[in-house]
């Protein structure tokens, strides 16, 4: 029984512990299981591979009636590397409180969150026993951090191989903003990247008549690719954004037209896009304006990192919407936010409505990242009071 306590804290803090950096579990997982099957959730250990990857260790556990409502919460525990042990306060792995804060590697990325949504199960059991209409479960991966392929993705495969069907699903990802459940995501903006290559035709800058130069031609053509906004943003998503991060000439010839430029176009994008729809636009332009050249050409690799996509607010965000106001005693409903980098929502969205909410969004992936342990209390009434309202036991 010591290693089982159902305090926030004191079970971040356990979590913590295991130096669970993707793909390694170090006993993450187990923590997590036994947890669970102590207040009588039947667990599920799915272990995933695939050629060329790391195996990676993962969790299904539910409670409850397969013939009622199903609510999911999904998580990671996986934490990305420490960096420079010497910059830490306190050592990344210990769970030390100082001051109010709980120190270590994945208290904020999302140790805490997973903790506090086991402990505000085992309060809702305790409280009304399994006399609730449904089933509660968790989809926990170890392969958030890194690929994210032996996850969450095949977690949800299996599901639905096993006829399993979950209707609403909330992801602890840190996601608020200056107080817990000030903020919510319901999708997320993609990215791409477009590496281009101008080719014209090289020689001397004394007889430009007879060359092309391809870096008058690139600059030209990504000015007018920065100049038009390939959108105004909607009520859910800001404007896509485009960023040259990268120009490069390689010539160190002062008489010399080079024969090649290269650069990278970024585009952040909201759910007006997709990467084919950005694609054929560029290539668009393209076809414009090199076709005014015989002389030089512009070809183009991609590199997709990332899909963009909304869940509409529906349902579930307004129930988690007005739990987070009931408990933080705000007087305006949390902002439905789409920024930030990108989570496992992404496949969940696929199979139900899913809302991100989580811990304040502050330290993760940084040296000293920490969480308040009000903060912990904080997020476990709010998940408490989720579980009450959606079962209607509130
Ligand atoms: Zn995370």
Same mark, same amino acid.
């Given at each position: 029984?010591?290693?089982?306590?159902?305090?926030?804290?004191?079970?971040?803090?356990?979590?913590?512990? !295991?130096?669970?950096?993707?793909?390694?579990?170090?006993?993450?997982?187990?923590?997590?299981?036994?947890?669970?099957?102590?207040?009588? +959730?039947?667990?599920?250990?799915?272990?995933?591979?695939?050629?060329?990857?790391?195996?990676?260790?993962?969790?299904?556990?539910?409670?409850?009636?397969?013939?009622?409502?199903?609510?999911?919460?999904?998580?990671?525990?996986?934490?990305?590397?420490?960096?420079?042990?010497?910059?830490?306060? +306190?050592?990344? +792995?210990?769970?030390?409180?100082?001051?109010?804060?709980?120190?270590?590697?994945?208290?904020?990325?999302?140790?805490?969150?997973?903790? !506090?949504?086991?402990?505000?199960?085992?309060? +809702?059991?305790?409280?009304?026993?399994?006399?609730?209409?449904?089933?509660?479960?968790?989809?926990?991966?170890?392969?958030?951090?890194?690929?994210?392929?032996?996850?969450?993705?095949?977690?949800?495969?299996?599901?639905?191989?096993?006829?399993?069907?979950?209707?609403?699903?909330?992801?602890?990802?840190?996601?608020?903003?200056?107080?817990?459940?000030?903020?919510?995501?319901?999708?997320?903006?993609?990215?791409?990247?477009?590496?281009?290559?101008?080719?014209?035709?090289?020689?001397?800058?004394?007889?430009?008549?007879?060359?092309?130069?391809?870096?008058?031609?690139?600059?030209?053509?990504?000015?007018?690719?920065?100049?038009?906004?390939?959108?105004?943003?909607?009520?859910?998503?800001?404007?896509?954004?485009?960023?040259?991060?990268?120009?490069?000439?390689?010539?160190?010839?002062?008489?010399?037209?080079?024969?090649?430029?290269?650069?990278?176009?970024?585009?952040?994008?909201?759910?007006?896009?997709?990467?084919?729809?950005?694609?054929?636009?560029?290539?668009?332009?393209?076809?414009?304006?090199?076709?005014?050249?015989?002389? /030089?050409?512009?070809?183009?690799?991609?590199?997709?990192?990332?899909?963009?996509?909304?869940?509409?607010?529906?349902?579930?965000?307004?129930?988690?919407?007005?739990?987070?106001?009931?408990?933080?005693?705000?007087?305006?409903?949390?902002?439905?936010?789409?920024?930030?980098?990108?989570?496992? /929502?992404?496949?969940?969205?696929?199979?139900?409505?899913?809302?991100?909410?989580?811990?304040?969004?502050?330290?993760?992936?940084?040296?000293?990242?920490?969480?308040?342990?009000?903060?912990?209390?904080?997020?476990?009434?709010?998940?408490?009071?989720?579980?009450?309202?959606?079962?209607?036991?509130?």
């Amino acid at each position: 029984m010591n290693d089982i306590n159902y305090d926030p804290v004191i079970l971040t803090k356990l979590l913590i512990k !295991c130096p669970s950096i993707t793909p390694k579990d170090m006993g993450a997982l187990n923590i997590v299981q036994k947890h669970l099957e102590y207040i009588d +959730f039947n667990c599920f250990n799915l272990n995933f591979s695939e050629a060329g990857t790391d195996d990676v260790k993962n969790l299904f556990a539910s409670i409850g009636k397969s013939n009622g409502k199903h609510l999911a919460f999904a998580g990671h525990t996986d934490v990305v590397p420490i960096g420079d042990i010497n910059s830490w306060k +306190f050592h990344p +792995f210990e769970g030390v409180v100082s001051n109010g804060k709980l120190y270590g590697r994945g208290s904020e990325d999302m140790k805490g969150g997973i903790a !506090c949504f086991i402990s505000a199960t085992k309060k +809702f059991l305790d409280k009304h026993k399994k006399n609730f209409n449904g089933k509660i479960s968790f989809i926990i991966t170890g392969d958030e951090e890194k690929e994210a392929i032996n996850g969450t993705i095949k977690i949800l495969k299996w599901l639905k191989e096993k006829k399993i069907k979950i209707d609403h699903c909330i992801v602890g990802e840190p996601t608020s903003n200056k107080i817990i459940g000030d903020k919510l995501k319901i999708g997320r903006r993609g990215s791409i990247n477009f590496y281009l290559k101008a080719k014209g035709v090289q020689g001397h800058t004394a007889n430009s008549n007879r060359a092309e130069n391809p870096v008058h031609l690139l600059i030209k053509f990504l000015n007018t690719i920065i100049s038009e906004p390939l959108d105004n943003g909607n009520e859910f998503f800001l404007p896509s954004s485009i960023q040259i991060p990268t120009f490069n000439v390689n010539n160190t010839a002062a008489n010399v037209i080079p024969e090649v430029a290269t650069a990278t176009i970024n585009i952040r994008y909201n759910n007006k896009h997709n990467a084919e729809s950005l694609q054929e636009w560029l290539q668009k332009h393209i076809d414009n304006y090199f076709s005014l050249t015989d002389k /030089a050409s512009c070809s183009f690799t991609i590199d997709k990192t990332g899909k963009s996509f909304l869940t509409k607010p529906g349902f579930l965000s307004k129930l988690v919407s007005e739990c987070c106001r009931e408990i933080n005693g705000l007087n305006s409903n949390p902002e439905l936010a789409t920024d930030g980098g990108t989570s496992d /929502a992404r496949f969940i969205k696929d199979y139900c409505e899913v809302v991100e909410l989580g811990l304040i969004n502050k330290t993760l992936h940084q040296v000293n990242e920490n969480v308040k342990t009000k903060d912990l209390e904080q997020l476990t009434n709010i998940y408490l009071k989720v579980l009450e309202k959606y079962f209607g036991l509130n």
